[in-house]
């Protein structure tokens, strides 16, 4: 599509060349990224390696902040809850958001009903949920301790966001109970594509419900598994509202995620250098959960003999 | 684009009426109505009721007096007999709530039109124009929305205070289309590879221009993708907590979900009611809009999976 060279003026040329023309349509999206997304990340880079405060800039330091954090127990200590928080509740995420799924395939009365109420927990903003979690969890007055007083299963109340244990517990309980929607719901998306006539065909050949599951459901949909969950862990991985609102990395520091330690260290306490580690610390952790993504689809596009889009 | 995902029906995953739908319900009778109760509407009722526990909670509180809340035993504290306003009352009128509310509309709006217009441009450039290179800066968009907010925070404060837009509502709505574009640029991508690239020869031919093929053609067919990146991005909005929690500080500057997390939550032991007044006021815009938008919401989610 390249004019003639004799009819194209420099004002033809950019009007016309394909080339110019995606670069006009790209620039708004591209400044946007490359300003405050590209840049930023760069520059978060650099400052891990400064002794930026707030208020004051910083100079080279080399890798003084990572040594630092490598004698820092409470940041080993937020690297372990990060992986444990992203480890059970992904597998809970996973495992109860494909039951779901599986439940909402089902014919059911009220059907786009269910799967609409179904969808609310992913709808409203994750720290307003926080917050009635904060209060369904509190010390004193938590409606679970209640229940299981009046049944007789415990005699006093569990201190759910104090004890260390317990806190973990309930804020990897308000992630699942957050995460479920979007994994059904996008798994529901993948179930509806898959032809009843193969559960028709299994079912005549007497094949029980574990195997259809084990043989049909669960190879079709290992593609859109993989994407999914991809998503999944990476936003868990990343989480910092549902723990902000809800204990602000306490009970000392037991449910301290590296997002919610970076903030506190960084915006709270001024240390900005050493927040920057501790973000760009997680970026090695985000890059395999993206290559874990990326063979995933790979092998989509293997599964489907294709080539190309 | 054809995959797994591109074959969603948004309708049927709604509806459950997929085109094979008549076929599935050929195989349920094969169940009888106690194995179907314990295997289907036991699991299903506990699961929708955990899911929407909370939301009950926090509209019940909202409502309870101060007294029944805390004394759990006279009463069950699973209803209330004596609903009131107060807490709701004193969130509209002695907190800045409705500024809050305005701060989150605004800034949510100004960020979603912005990303919606250049995720356009992009979307259309990258699938129709196929620039050189088009596709390397695809995957470069799709990269960019895997890189989360919480790493950016701390390195995009300080840009935000070199450029002079601390603590104003430009700091949120110049920031947020870094989330808001690879998602509705990817979300748009999908809906402009579904129009007939005969229908833009053809208008090629006749001598558009590349604009007015977008502003002509190609936007007025993609409305229901248009519709969906927009609410999805409102939603996004409305939900972020780490940029506006970090760049903004007078308190009537704050956004809803930032606000109701920083200024209700006092040593005050009655603090509950007004807490979860605030909350479930923050959810309810958005419940709302969901309510009239399901089938869109579902697109965009299940679009921002699909590759």
Not at chain 1, 179 to 192: D, M, R
Not at chain 2, 217 to 246: H, M, R
């Amino acid at each position: 599509m390249k004019a003639r060279p004799r009819q194209a003026t420099g004002w033809n040329r950019l009007k016309v060349n394909r080339d110019w023309l995606g670069f006009w349509f790209m620039l708004p999206a591209a400044g946007f990224l490359v300003l405050f997304l590209a840049y930023p990340l760069g520059l978060g880079v650099w400052m891990s390696f400064t002794d930026t405060r707030i208020g004051r800039p910083g100079v080279f330091i080399g890798i003084e902040n990572y040594e630092w954090l490598l004698d820092d127990s409470i940041f080993w200590l937020s690297v372990f809850n990060t992986l444990l928080y992203t480890i059970v509740a992904s597998v809970f995420k996973f495992a109860i958001g494909l039951y779901l799924a599986i439940l909402l395939n089902e014919n059911l009365p009220f059907k786009s009903l269910i799967r609409a109420a179904v969808l609310i927990p992913f709808i409203v903003p994750t720290v307003l949920s926080a917050l009635a979690f904060w209060w369904i969890f509190d010390s004193q007055f938590s409606i679970i301790s209640w229940s299981l007083k009046h049944i007789g299963v415990i005699d006093h109340n569990i201190n759910f966001l104090g004890d260390a244990n317990w806190a973990r517990f309930s804020v990897i309980f308000a992630n699942i109970w957050r995460g479920i929607p979007f994994v059904a719901i996008t798994l529901l998306a993948g179930l509806q594509t898959v032809s009843p006539s193969l559960y028709e065909a299994a079912t005549i050949d007497g094949a029980t419900r574990w195997q259809m599951f084990r043989r049909i459901t669960f190879p079709l949909l290992t593609p859109i598994i993989a994407v999914v969950m991809t998503f999944s862990v990476l936003f868990t991985f990343t989480d910092f509202q549902l723990i902000w609102a809800m204990t602000r990395g306490g009970p000392v520091n037991a449910t301290h995620l590296m997002a919610t330690l970076s903030y506190q260290r960084a915006i709270i306490s001024g240390f900005l250098g050493e927040g920057a580690a501790i973000s760009t610390a997680m970026i090695p952790f985000l890059l395999a959960a993206i290559m874990v993504s990326w063979f995933g689809l790979q092998r989509r596009k293997w599964q489907q003999g294709e080539t190309n889009d | 684009m054809t995959d797994v995902a591109s074959k969603i029906d948004v309708k049927a995953v709604l509806s459950g009426s997929s085109p094979q739908a008549d076929h599935s319900e050929g195989m349920s009778y094969l169940q009888r109505l106690p194995k179907r109760l314990v295997q289907l509407y036991l699991p299903l009722g506990i699961i929708v009721t955990i899911l929407l526990f909370p939301f009950y909670w926090m509209a019940l509180t909202a409502i309870k007096p101060d007294e029944q809340l805390l004394d759990m035993d006279k009463v069950n504290p699973f209803w209330t007999t004596a609903p009131t306003l107060k807490h709701i009352e004193k969130l509209l009128f002695e907190s800045h709530y409705p500024e809050w509310l305005w701060n989150t509309m605004l800034i949510a709006v100004c960020a979603t039109l912005i990303s919606i217009v250049a995720s356009v441009l992009a979307a259309y450039a990258i699938v129709r124009l196929r620039y050189r290179g088009a596709q390397w800066v695809g995957g470069a968009i799709f990269l960019a929305y895997l890189v989360p907010p919480s790493i950016l925070f701390i390195p995009l404060a300080t840009v935000v205070y070199q450029y002079g837009l601390f603590d104003s509502p430009f700091a949120l709505i110049l920031t947020y289309p870094t989330i808001l574009i690879p998602f509705s640029t990817w979300l748009l991508m999908g809906y402009f590879k579904t129009i007939p690239y005969e229908l833009e020869e053809c208008a090629l031919i006749d001598g558009a221009s590349r604009w007015q093929i977008l502003t002509k053609i190609v936007l007025p067919l993609a409305v229901p993708g248009l519709i969906s990146a927009f609410i999805f991005c409102f939603t996004l909005c409305w939900n972020e907590f780490i940029y506006a929690l970090t760049f903004l500080q007078s308190v009537q500057n704050k956004t809803v979900p930032v606000a109701i997390v920083n200024e209700f939550v006092d040593g005050d032991i009655y603090r509950w009611g007004s807490l979860m007044a605030g909350a479930l006021a923050g959810s309810l815009p958005l419940v709302i809009l969901y309510a009239f938008f399901v089938e869109h919401y579902v697109s965009a989610m299940t679009g921002a999976v699909k590759e």
